[in-house]
């Protein structure tokens, strides 16, 4: 079992910036990918971005160049500094990792971007 806890999001005005940080413990070893999906009311959960071990990264066409994700290997945390925001950005936000094809999620964290 993974265990994922995100800290971060709140509201913030559109334009601004947010970093969201997720925690992984527990059966961490082998986790290949780990990253972020967001959902709005309605809608199905979206990939926002994901990063495998070796460091390579995925985004969402809607956030390339304003958002960044970075992983912490040895602290096994990943992050996701989110600049630029849009009030369309607006989501509660989930840390996944995925282990061997079994996807563990965390609570989520809402992010509201006024405009």
């Known amino acids: 079992q993974v265990q994922l806890v995100e800290f971060g999001g709140g509201l913030v005005q559109a334009g601004g910036s947010l970093r969201l940080s997720c925690a992984a413990s527990g059966s961490i070893f082998s986790i290949n990918y780990m990253g972020w999906y967001r959902q709005t009311p309605g809608k199905q959960r979206e990939l926002v971005a994901r990063i495998i071990s070796g460091g390579s990264t995925d985004y969402a066409d809607s956030v390339k160049g304003r958002f960044t994700i970075s992983r912490d290997n040895a602290k096994n945390t990943v992050s996701l500094q989110m600049n630029s925001l849009k009030p369309d950005d607006t989501a509660v936000y989930y840390c996944?990792?995925?282990?061997?094809?079994?996807?563990?999620w965390g609570k989520g964290t809402l992010v509201t971007v006024s405009a």
């Open positions: 996944y990792a995925d282990r061997w094809g079994v996807i563990y």
